[in-house]
């Protein structure tokens, strides 16, 4: 049972009469699929959907506790089903089942999201280090990186080997180049005759 599972539960439901015995099997039930290191959001999320099934057990209870009172009553306490009290009702089952597998679907749908948001991030990180390089957007939109591989050296050894090849010139990226020292030495000179 995942202890986080049952605390949330039983504030949830500790206005609505239940056992400890009762929430514990509630919480026994939905436990399947959660971890230590299911996230604060998973647990509330599968707290949030048994509320209405503790509602259900709730009245459920209530009945019964009526005709228990009615002294005409002389019927077995069953369920609807026919069945035993003590034993969890059928239709209880079902919903249990749809609920977990309603549960199931939102997190795999959350977790597509978190996969789809951090690739969304990587391949931002890879274009700004290659415009930081220089490296031109036609050479980039053949070139790809796996996720366990870095960035910055395998753009870097990219780059190289552009250079290397004579595909691009070493001296490219977001800023200009300095200026050679003979152009350098050239416009001081101009600078220097028009202050005379």
Not at 103 to 111: D, G, H, P, R
């Amino acid at each position: 049972m995942n202890k986080k599972l049952l605390e949330t539960l039983a504030d949830k439901c500790k206005d609505m009469g239940l056992s400890e015995k009762a929430i514990g099997e509630l919480a026994t039930i939905a436990s399947d699929g959660l971890t230590d290191e299911s996230s604060d959001e998973q647990i509330q999320a599968k707290a949030d959907s048994l509320v209405p099934i503790a509602r259900a057990m709730q009245g459920e209870v209530t009945r019964k506790m009526q005709r228990k009172e009615k002294p005409t009553d002389a019927r077995p306490d069953t369920d609807n089903n026919g069945q035993n009290g003590d034993q969890m009702p059928t239709w209880f089952k079902v919903y249990s089942e749809q609920m977990n597998t309603k549960i199931e679907t939102l997190q795999a749908e959350n977790k597509q999201a978190k996969a789809d948001e951090a690739q969304a991030l990587r391949q931002a990180a890879i274009n700004a280090k290659a415009q930081e390089l220089g490296i031109p957007d036609y050479l980039m939109k053949r070139f790809r990186i796996s996720d366990n591989e870095d960035i910055e050296k395998e753009l870097t050894d990219f780059k190289q080997d552009l250079v290397t090849n004579r595909l691009m010139p070493a001296e490219t990226g977001t800023e200009k180049p300095d200026m050679s020292r003979a152009t350098r030495e050239y416009a001081d000179s101009i600078v220097q005759r028009m202050n005379i």
